[in-house]
């Protein structure tokens, strides 16, 4: 594969992890929805410009853009967390980490007593 294809691939996945289409990504972007199903085939060479007005979109830094890794059923639950904090104030940011730590501990406990 190709750079281009990678992160055409990257940003499709990242787009659906949000839930969105093509053309609400574009919008955010300020981009044409044809514009970004170009970019997600791989078809378009983008520059920098454009990969920013993306990443700006998605809201997700040039970090989460290049993460490639293998495809998995983790790996794609993961980044579907990861899409949802995206963009979101430390303060709630900080409210969801507390949380899960407290369902995570809950599910660990229920496991050990049912042990």
């Known amino acids: ?9 990257r940003i499709r996945e990242l787009r659906k992890a949000k839930g969105w289409t093509q053309e609400q990504l ?3 972007a300020g981009l044409h929805y044809s ?3 170009g970019v ?10 454009t990969l920013e007005k ?3 979109g998605l809201q997700v830094t040039a970090e989460e853009i290049f993460k490639f890794k293998e495809d ?3 790996k794609r ?8 904090i995206s ?4 303060d709630t940011i900080v409210s969801l980490t507390k949380i899960s730590k407290e369902v995570l501990n809950a599910i660990e406990k229920s496991h050990k007593n049912s042990d």
């Open 26 to 28: 574009a919008e955010a």
């Open 72 to 74: 998995s059923e983790y």
């Open 77 to 84: 639950a993961l980044d579907e967390h990861i899409t949802l």
């Open 40 to 49: 997600e085939r791989g078809d378009r060479n983008i520059s920098l410009e």
């Open 87 to 90: 963009g979101k104030n430390i």
């Open 1 to 9: 594969m190709s750079l281009p294809e990678d992160v055409g691939n």
């Open 35 to 37: 514009y970004i199903g």
């Open 54 to 56: 993306i990443m700006n």
